[in-house]
């Protein structure tokens, strides 16, 4: 499976590491991170337990990550991350292939990332998140939510004002609870409960564009 580990400068770290090895190390400690997260379950991410995993002392590990909050909000910072750079990719696709169906393009590249990655599932379901890492989701689905708002400004399909934001996050939000549900029934994603949130979300999105005044 794909890692999704964290850019150093952008995870809430004790220190950021500044040498290529240190760098290296942490993004090594990271992926012994997820694996723990995946085979044990969040409870299982101690400093001793992922040191042991890393193959590195708990000292050079605490110098980063302190606690198991520390390694849960790094993770949760990497997946957002990557989540955000899919994103991101799609909204540079919106504007030259001119989408017929973009919900069914978004629904079908962001399942296709949870039957991946492993890690961000037990994380996502997971009972240990921390105050940290729910505030990260709340501001990482705004701006998954912008992504949407682009995207539909790459189709030339709506107006940019607050209304269209504000209506993009509320998008996000119905998505990200049925996806969960989704990949709570079934690992690789209920098919018939992700078509059902494409057929929910794009009746939505049409009313949203419907009443743009920018509207073709």
């Given at each position: ?9 952008g ?28 085979d ?19 000292g ?5 990550l ?31 292939e ?6 069914g ?53 709506a ?32 098919a ?6 494409k ?9 949203v ?8």
């Open positions: 499976m794909g890692h999704a580990t964290a850019d150093p400068g995870t809430p770290l004790r220190r950021t590491p500044r040498q290529a090895r240190s760098r290296a190390r942490l993004a090594l400690v990271l992926r012994a991170a997820e694996r723990v997260l995946v044990e379950g969040v409870q299982a991410l101690t400093t001793t337990r992922v040191a042991a995993e890393a193959k590195v002392s708990v050079s590990l605490y110098q980063y302190p606690d198991r909050g520390a390694i849960i909000d790094a993770l949760a910072a990497g997946y957002f991350t990557r989540l955000e750079a899919v994103m991101d990719d799609l909204v540079r696709a919106a504007a030259t001119r989408w017929e169906d973009p919900v393009v978004l629904v079908d590249a962001f399942a296709g990332i949870y039957r991946t990655e492993h890690g961000f599932r037990a994380l996502w379901f997971g009972s240990g998140l921390t105050e940290r890492a729910r505030a990260a989701d709340r501001e990482h689905k705004h701006r998954m939510a912008d992504g949407v708002r682009r995207v539909l400004l790459a189709l030339g399909a107006a940019d004002d607050e209304a269209l934001a504000r209506s993009c996050h509320a998008a996000v939000l119905a998505a990200d609870a049925l996806a969960q549900e989704a990949f709570r029934r079934d690992a690789e994603g209920d018939d409960l992700l078509d059902e949130a057929v929910m979300l794009r009746g939505y999105l049409a009313a564009v419907a009443r743009s005044p920018s509207r073709p």
